[in-house]
């Protein structure tokens, strides 16, 4: 088994400030992702990382900014807080390969953005 | 592009009631969909994948069927009980493999 960490859980933000999310996993798994998760809009991908070093944009990437530090970790970066913004941005991780093509995700907690 | 539909936001049922979620998707790829279900306050986990067209797959009392003819996956149980009142997503596996495309989500509402 494993787990994946978000930090922080809470994050309260200023228009136009740049904020800072991370997520931490331990079952070392190759790929992993960030999702914006809006209240009827479902899951919406951002950015996704294939292996170390690799970045790949989603469907709302603009706006954000993404880095793969290490196998295990993965940060996302909001460039510019929008006021009013409120939305749950949730990691997640796979493997990947052969049979990483039918492998399920397995998400953290969420971090929880509130922009004033 | 790849793109997967749930048709209903909200359904609210009774305990015991069956029920069935819709899923329909779009793909040039081979299709290969899974359920996931979130939990209030909680982190979204797989409830099932799919296999071959027209075989069902069970988990925890959900089952769901790929038809491949209708482009379709719902997401079926017979008599549901208050602890599945949840948030369902439909996510269809990407083209690349390596990422996946989810619907919008359907919340369920068990009442007594």
């Known amino acids: 088994g494993g787990i994946i960490t978000q930090t922080p859980k809470f994050l309260i933000g200023q228009e136009g400030q740049k904020l800072t999310l991370k997520c931490q996993q331990n079952f070392n798994h190759d790929t992993m992702y960030w999702y914006r998760q809006d209240s009827g809009k479902g899951l919406r991908l951002i950015y996704y990382?294939?292996?170390?070093?690799?970045?790949q944009k989603g469907d709302l990437s603009e706006g954000y900014d993404a880095s793969r530090e290490k196998k295990s970790s993965f940060s996302l970066t909001v460039t510019s807080a929008q006021k009013n913004e409120m939305a749950v941005f949730l990691c997640a991780s796979s493997i990947v390969g052969t049979g990483g093509i039918y492998a399920e995700q397995f998400f953290g907690p969420g971090t929880r953005l509130t922009v004033l | 592009g790849d793109s997967v539909t749930q048709t209903e936001g909200l359904v609210t049922l009774t305990k015991g009631l069956p029920v069935m979620l819709n899923c329909t998707y779009q793909t040039t790829y081979s299709p290969f969909l899974f359920w996931y279900v979130q939990h209030l306050n909680e982190a979204p986990k797989l409830l099932l994948k799919?296999?071959?067209?027209?075989k069902r797959t069970e988990h925890q009392g959900f089952y769901a069927t790929l038809h491949k003819s209708s482009s379709s996956f719902h997401l079926q149980k017979s008599s549901v009980q208050l602890s599945d009142s949840a948030l369902y997503f439909c996510a269809l596996r990407g083209g690349s493999g390596t990422y996946q495309r989810f619907g919008t989500g359907t919340k369920l509402q068990v009442v007594p």
């Open positions: 990382s294939i292996t170390e070093n690799d970045l």
């Open positions: 799919s296999s071959t067209d027209n």
